[in-house]
């Protein structure tokens, strides 16, 4: 114990609500932490990690209430002061003052209509009292620290006119500018996209060792937590299931749930199976495949450029197997699941195919209504949030049957029998049947959507991130549902995801998306062993994974995070000239310059 | 408790069951149809229940107001001009009974002036028969009143107006034209609403931007002269039946833009939803995901923005009405009831104010219907 412990949080709890009605969100949390170091406090939804972090700056939402507990701080001078107990002025010039927030959505938090500079100024005229030129001279050089590339044209921006990643970096240059003791970082890189998040992680872990200041990371990723937290504090509905140091908790976890949240953590494993060399048997395929959507009409005739969602993009699925689509946001992934079940038309000139168990070779691109109809009955599709994919006003009986009343199948009783069946399928009771989807969890919810879109008995089913709502290890269990199912159905996939380590376990084949375009593509073995393009390499290197002696390597994540025009050659391309895809290996193939 | 120590690793004893946690139903408060939530919701606002009550009760009594009132609304009574509302005691020989008034004309001001008999009260007959017969639910003549001036006597607890007939009668059969034509005024513009915004909506692209163009001209007409117009345009010989329709389907018509946008913006927003999507790709048909998946979800929207609007009906109604273009004598609605006030001039505030009872009813009732409506609104969305 040489440091003195900058926070000290004794048998907190929270309770939401008054009266009978009341419930506690925490239960009797304790930490501690030492100045300069950081703390992850890691859970997932409604573990009431978020609640801890915002109770400690006391800006819980109105509802909330703070029961019990202490939270003191030390000051400079070995003074302790009770966080709980201080008076709303001296809490707010300890707010943004010496404990800094930084949250997950930073669009919504930071204000459209001042400039950047304009706002981070002011943290540094209302706590340190510096203004003018000399608050100006702090902010530009916090913005160079926190990687703006032009911190003069970050001062004089609008938060709408940065990026995703460059937000959250105003986000950081906000809370770091006073030079606080204690930040507290709640999700800060859950909506970035997973190479931003790396680079992102990356300055949030120099600016600690460089300032020497503390942190408190809440997150749901144990990836995060094994780059950047020295301890760990494991909540679940409200109280601390584990705590102590990352090492400890990651290698030798003892409680069960936080054992089955590292299982259920993904990763790249060691070896990989699976086919390699060309699809032998495809289900479905699409050559010359692209979407350009008209720009956006504004005024009186003004049309903005066309934008191209997709570009030439030529996949194939196998029968049986499962070929994942991985992109960051925007890459048009969802685009391309959405051309290929025909629920957009693709530009003129795509060939779409499709040849299900008959035998009989479908082009998807021109059908008819009536042959489109047969065709859904074969195909079906999950959705990636499984809050709005399901009809608030139907029971869950009333969803599975649907489908095939649509497609007039069965007697009523035959229908209700169908899904009493595929409740089991999917691992719910068939008790449930009666319920709304509104009383069930996302993880819950995600299974009745599966159910439905097994209903209808399909050959092949389109995942649309159908796990980037849900939990880890709620998300985990969902992989191995699909992973039974695909087995003991017969099914093919196509999987979307943003996350290459989701697919790793799932996919045959990968696809690797960026601007509309395949930048690589090749059997999941070959292209996890062997990744060509930079822009895969990054991928591979940005997505933490919950082991403290394999941090991220940013060199990799550097050389292909950014635009197209900075790949290194034969790999780089500006505007719309990419390079063509070559088959280096057999069935791998990279979008390079010869 | 001893200090917390962060090098120690600390493991809680709680049990962790993932198999029993997968079928564990996380919000039993949630498992209803949606209208059980949405009508839970609404019975906690406690202003709106009471304001719905207040609307379903007098809208009961609408086809019975014969036999409720003391009167008909057409009965005149010579000797009681202009009188004011007559006294009413409690037990005082009887359950109820009324003061007989006599009129006397003050010589200086040449006003009526009448004044109460205290010393005889007359008890109120109840369930009697008093006055010309009437067409009960026109399927029998009656001439029973719940509640009948005493014998000889006279019961105008809200006045008389200046031809001498029962302000509380007027009243009563007043409900029946200013409270339906909301309704059947909301109905016309409903039907206009639904297809118009359905066809923008469903149908996007130019004719949608048709649809808000005409929408956008048609709201940034001045309402009033409109209606004036209009109204000014049926003839003079049609019957107040005639007249009483005419006046609806104007109201209707001038009032459709708002639901159309209503509809348009919900058939818009819903047709996004990921579970219309999913219906799209099972293979359902256009009219079954309308049916089944958009009209339940936008319904309830509608019915809310429709109670919001039937009291700008009855308002224009009365406007209409008190500035003469509305209906016609022998109807009578409230609107009518303040247009005879008007002929009496600054008279009708100084001497006669009771004959501006039938503000009353006319804002109890659209304030009812703006409770009831924020009401309906506030709880559509069980689920936040």
């Known amino acids: 114990m040489r440091v003195t412990p900058l926070l000290r949080v004794e048998g907190l709890s929270v309770c939401f609500g008054a009266g009978a009605g009341a419930m506690e969100v925490v239960k009797g949390v304790d930490l501690t932490l030492r100045r300069g170091e950081s703390l992850a406090i890691v859970g997932e939804s409604g573990s009431g990690k978020t609640v801890t972090g915002k109770a400690i700056l006391r800006i819980l939402p109105r509802a909330a209430r703070i029961t019990a507990g202490r939270a003191v701080l030390t000051g400079a001078g070995g003074k302790e002061v009770d966080l709980f107990g201080l008076s709303e002025p001296r809490m707010r010039a300890i707010r943004g003052g010496r404990i800094a927030m930084i949250f997950q959505e930073p669009m919504s938090s930071l204000s459209p209509l001042h400039t950047v500079g304009n706002q981070v100024a002011e943290a540094l005229r209302l706590h340190r009292k510096k203004s003018g030129a000399e608050g100006r001279r702090i902010c530009l050089e916090t913005f160079a620290e926190v990687g703006f590339p032009d911190p003069e044209r970050a001062w004089s921006a609008y938060p709408f006119e940065l990026s995703g990643g460059l937000r959250q970096r105003a986000m950081i240059a906000m809370a770091m500018v006073c030079r606080p003791d204690l930040v507290i970082a709640d999700e800060p890189t859950t909506a970035l996209d997973v190479t931003t998040q790396a680079q992102v992680l990356d300055l949030m872990r120099r600016l600690q060792t460089g300032t020497g200041m503390s942190m408190i990371m809440i997150t749901h990723d144990l990836g995060v937590v094994a780059n950047m937290a020295d301890s760990v504090l494991v909540m679940r509905r409200g109280e601390v299931v584990e705590s102590g140091p990352t090492r400890v908790i990651l290698t030798d976890p003892g409680h069960g749930y936080t054992r089955a949240l590292i299982a259920a953590a993904p990763k790249i494993p060691e070896c990989m199976s699976g086919g390699l060399g060309e699809v032998r048997d495809p289900i479905l395929w699409a050559r010359n495949l692209s979407k350009t959507y008209p720009g956006r009409i504004s005024g009186l005739g003004k049309q903005a450029a066309p934008v191209q969602a997709v570009q030439d993009v030529e996949i194939v699925i196998g029968r049986g197997e499962t070929l994942a689509v991985v992109g960051e946001s925007g890459s048009g992934k969802s685009t391309v699941a959405r051309l290929l079940l025909r629920a957009e038309d693709p530009d003129p000139g795509a060939e779409i195919g499709f040849r299900g168990r008959d035998g009989e070779t479908q082009d998807v691109a021109t059908m008819t209504r009536a042959r489109l109809k047969a065709f859904r009955r074969r195909v079906q599709i999950v959705f990636q949030d499984p809050y709005s994919s399901l009809s608030p006003r139907m029971s869950v009986l009333d969803i599975l049957t649907e489908p095939l009343e649509v497609h007039g199948l069965g007697t009523r009783a035959e229908r209700r029998q169908r899904a009493a069946e595929l409740m089991e399928k999917v691992g719910l009771s068939p008790a449930h049947l009666g319920r709304f989807p509104h009383a069930f969890s996302g993880g819950q919810r995600q299974r009745i959507c599966i159910a439905r879109a097994l209903a209808l008995d399909p050959e092949m089913i389109v995942c649309d991130e159908p796990t980037s709502a849900l939990d880890v290890s709620v998300q985990a269990q969902v992989l191995d549902l699909l992973k039974g199912l695909r087995k003991e159905m017969g099914l093919s996939y196509l999987f979307i995801s943003h996350d290459l380590t989701v697919v790793a376990e799932l996919a045959d084949r990968v696809a690797v998306m960026r601007r509309g375009r395949i930048v690589e593509q090749a059997p999941a073995k070959l292209l996890f062993e062997n990744p060509r393009h930079p822009y895969t390499i990054a991928l591979i290197a940005a997505s933490p994974e919950p082991d403290v002696n394999r941090r991220l390597d940013l060199a990799a994540v550097a050389r292909g995070a950014g635009d197209p025009e900075c790949w290194p050659e034969p790999f780089g391309y500006r505007g719309h000239q990419a390079p063509p895809l070559h088959e280096i290996e057999p069935g791998h193939y990279v979008s390079c310059a010869a | ?384």
């Open chain 2, 1 to 384: 408790m001893a200090p917390h120590d962060p090098d120690a690793h600390y493991v809680s004893d709680s049990p962790y069951d993932p198999e029993a946690e997968r079928q564990l139903i996380e919000r039993k408060d949630l498992d209803y149809a949606t209208w059980v939530l949405v009508w839970r919701r609404f019975l906690k606002n406690r202003l709106a229940v009471l304001s719905g009550i207040f609307l379903l009760a007098i809208y009961i009594q609408l086809p019975f107001i014969d036999f409720l009132s003391p009167y008909s609304h057409t009965v005149r009574d010579d000797d009681h001009l202009n009188a004011p509302p007559q006294p009413v005691g409690i037990f005082d020989g009887g359950f109820i009974v009324t003061y007989p008034m006599t009129e006397t004309l003050d010589m200086q001001t040449l006003q009526r002036v009448y004044t109460a008999d205290y010393d005889n009260p007359q008890p109120l007959r109840w369930f009697a028969s008093c006055g010309a017969p009437y067409s009960f639910l026109g399927i029998w003549e009656s001439d029973n009143h719940l509640v009948c001036p005493p014998e000889g006597g006279t019961f105008y607890p809200f006045g008389t107006d200046r031809l001498g007939r029962d302000m509380l009668s007027r009243l009563m059969h007043s409900a029946r034209l200013s409270l339906t034509i909301g309704l059947i005024g909301v109905a016309i513009s409903f039907a206009i609403g639904m297809v118009v915004g359905g066809i923008a909506g469903y149908f996007g692209g130019w004719v949608d931007a048709i649809v808000q163009r005409a929408i956008e001209v048609i709201r940034s007409l001045p309402e009033l002269p409109i209606w004036l117009a209009l109204s000014a345009a049926i003839p003079a010989h049609w019957g107040p039946e005639a007249v009483f329709f005419v006046i609806s389907i104007i109201l209707g018509l001038l009032d459709w833009p708002g639901l159309a946008r209503a509809v348009r913006s919900k058939f818009l927003a819903l047709r996004e939803e990921e579970y219309v999507r999913a219906a799209e790709l099972m293979g359902a048909s256009t009219a079954r995901i309308i049916a089944a998946h958009m009209m339940p979800n936008f319904m309830s929207h509608l019915v809310a923005s429709a109670t919001l609007s039937i009291p700008a009906m009855i308002l224009g109604e009365t406007a209409l009405s008190f500035l003469g273009l509305g209906l016609r004598p022998p109807a009578v609605s409230w609107g009518l009831m303040l247009n005879d006030a008007l002929t009496l001039g600054q008279g009708a505030i100084t001497i006669t104010p009771w004959v501006l009872w039938p503000l009353a009813p006319v804002i109890l009732v659209v304030l009812a219907y703006n409770f009831l409506g924020d009401g309906i609104r506030d709880a559509l969305d069980p689920y936040s």
